[in-house]
Each structure stands twice: as C-alpha cells, then as structure tokens.
C-alpha cells in the first residue's frame, strides 16, 4: 500500500506542471509532437508525454557583426542589432520557430548578411551614413519577409555602429577638418567684408552731416555779413566804405586770435610787386604802436612814385 500510494503521488507530480508567462512548451507524444502548452497549470500524461523544449515568447536580441562594400569600393564594418521573438499571432508559430530552424540566429544572421551586401553596394560610403536608418529598415523588410515562415517576427533590425578602414576615416577627418577651415575662412571674409561696409557708410554719413554743418554754417556767416552789411549802410556809409570797414574787421579778429594763440606768423603779400606798399603799412602799424618813434626819419620817408 505504502509502495502504491508513492507510485501514485510520483505519477500525480510528473502529470502536473505550470507554464510560466511569456513562455510555451512543446510537448510530444511518444516521440511526436503533440500540442503547445501555454501559460498556466498544464497537465501530461507521465512516461508517454514529454516537454521537449520550452521556448521564450519575449523579444530577444541579438548582435550580428558584417562587412559589405560600397558604391565607391570602400570595405565597411557594421554592427547590427536585430530584435525578434516568436510569432504568437499564428497558431503553428511556435511549432514553426522550433521544428524549422535548428539555428535560428545564425541563420538570421546569414540572411541579413546577405540583404546588407546586396543593399550596400547601391550607395556611396557618404550616402551609408546619411541614409541608415533608411538600410536598416529596406533589410527589416527583407529579412522579416523571410523569417515570418520559420514562426519569427523581426521587430526592427538597427545599424548600431559603422567601421571604416583607418586610412579611409583619416582621409575623412582631413577632408571635414579642410571643409570647416574653408567655412571659418569664409566667413571671416564675410565679418570683414561687413566691417568695412560699415565703416564705409559711417564715413560717408559723418561726411554728409559734415558738409550739412559746413553749408548751414556758411549759410549763417553769409546771413549775418549781409545783416551787418546792411546796418552798416543805413549809418551813411558808403558802398566800397562798407566792404573796407567789414575787411578790416575781419583782418583785426584774425590778428587777434593770432596774438592769443601765440603763433609766430610770415605775412606775405599776394602779390610780390606791392612790397612797398607792404612795407609802408608795417611802419604804419608800427607807429601805431609805439606812438614815440612816430616822429622817426624812416615814417615820414615820402612814397616813392609808382613806376607803371
């Protein structure tokens, strides 16, 4: 009693098992498959029924390491990241996933590999890393084509990392590194070339309010020698008398500033055959200033008569 009440427990726990999530086991028959246990307490026959594989529904990943060559003949290193899991949508995904493949990672890998060589080639080495993301989903598409009838699901396939050869990527640095110089240079010219602009349009502002100011200020000398001009001949004063007075004002406020600023200064006549008459006017200023040598021999010299 006590040996078959043991058998009969050690039979109970071999017929009983639990399925966790996310997981499906592939039971057979006496050799056989025979159905797909899902999540949850599942039961099976003992010594008749066995659990042959015990496959995970998750998305895995996997990374594939590839080289292809491009348009302009440049070898290239990729990484590629391909996420997939088990098509649950169908009812024989898992029988698929697991009775058609022996390897399927390897034989994932062999399929992209051979989708990335044929794509490559159709684009420069520029052209591979500008259109990526555009790569990787043209062999999504192929691979997922593909392995949707060995019960997988390509979630996405991403190009994770791109390798060239150390003098190719040398080459490029040189290339970028002269690109930005060129770039900087430019515009370094442009900021010059605006400087300059600039100033020259200051300039010529500044010179135009200069000559408004130089014509306004003329204006208000022009105004204000015809004022004087004008007051001077309602005194009684003749038209030459007027013009003989106005010089000889402006001749005594230059003499004037002259003898404030202490400037040494060569007065020459405008014409050179007037120096007597030149010369009679210092002695006139001079007696001026000192009235005691007025009464000098030299003074009173009389004009000499004007050869014509």
Known sequence: ??????????????????????????????????????????????????????????????????DAKTRDNVTINMNVDVQYKVDTNRDDGVYRAFYTLADPVAQMQSYIADALRSSIPKYTLDEVFDRKDDIAHDVQGIIAATMIDYGYVVVSTLITRIELPTDVERAMNDINAAQRKQEAAQALAEAERIRVVTEARAQAEAAEQAGIGIANQRRAIAEGINASLSEIKESGLTQSEANLMFLFTQWTDMMSAFGKEGTST?????????????????????????????????????KAPTEK
């Open 1 to 66: 009693m006590l040996v078959a009440l043991l058998i009969v427990v050690a039979l109970v726990a071999l017929s009983v098992f639990i399925v966790p999530q996310q997981k499906a086991y592939v039971i057979e028959r006496l050799g056989k498959f025979n159905r797909i246990a899902q999540a949850g307490l599942r039961f099976r026959i003992p010594l008749i029924e066995n659990i042959v594989a015990r496959i995970d529904l998750r998305i895995r990943q996997s990374s594939l390491h590839i």
């Open 266 to 302: 060569v007065v020459l006549p405008s014409d050179f055959r007037e120096t007597a008459g030149m010369f009679e006017s210092m002695l006139v200023g001079s007696s001026v200033a000192n009235p005691a040598n007025s009464a000098s021999p030299i003074a009173k010299t009389p």
